[in-house]
Nanobody
Framework: VQLQASGGGLVQAGGSLRLSCAAS????????LGWFRQAPGKEREFVGA????????VYADSVKGRFTISRDNAKNTVYLQMNNLKPEDTAVYYC???????????????????WGQGTQVTVSS
């Protein structure tokens, strides 16, 4: 599967952004989907992931209650709605997919088989 993320940009603290990730392939619904991020000088961090059937999802504690992942299997697209953004959310965000791991596995292992290119999110204070 090939993944193409979009929707990043510059936003003020407290604002919102929605990232989208379009996937190729006819078996989109068979993949658990997720998002990771990496800030300059920091390690890659799991953000959240959604089950193959949706809508059940898991999130990192740092974004829980502010970020929401959803998927539209008819459109082969996964979304990351980010609300109440903070400067520490500034990072390159990557969408990921995995045909074997569950959403929980992605969070536990910090790994996924397929990665899209990143999209930059910058939150100003």
């Amino acid at each position: 599967v090939q993944l193409q993320a979009s929707g990043g940009g510059l936003v003020q603290a407290g604002g919102s952004l929605r990232l989208s990730c379009a996937a190729s392939g006819r078996t989109f619904s068979s993949y658990a989907l997720g998002w990771f991020r990496q800030a300059p000088g920091k390690e890659r961090e799991f953000v959240g992931a959604i089950r193959r059937s949706g809508p059940a999802s898991v999130y990192a504690d740092s974004v829980k209650g502010r970020f929401t992942i959803s998927r539209d299997n008819a459109k082969n697209t996964v979304y990351l709605q980010m609300n109440n953004l903070k400067p520490e959310d500034t990072a390159v965000y990557y969408c990921v997919a995995d045909s074997i791991k569950t959403a929980q596995d992605m969070g536990a292992t910090g790994r996924a088989d397929y990665w899209g290119q990143g999209t930059q999110v910058t939150v100003s204070s």
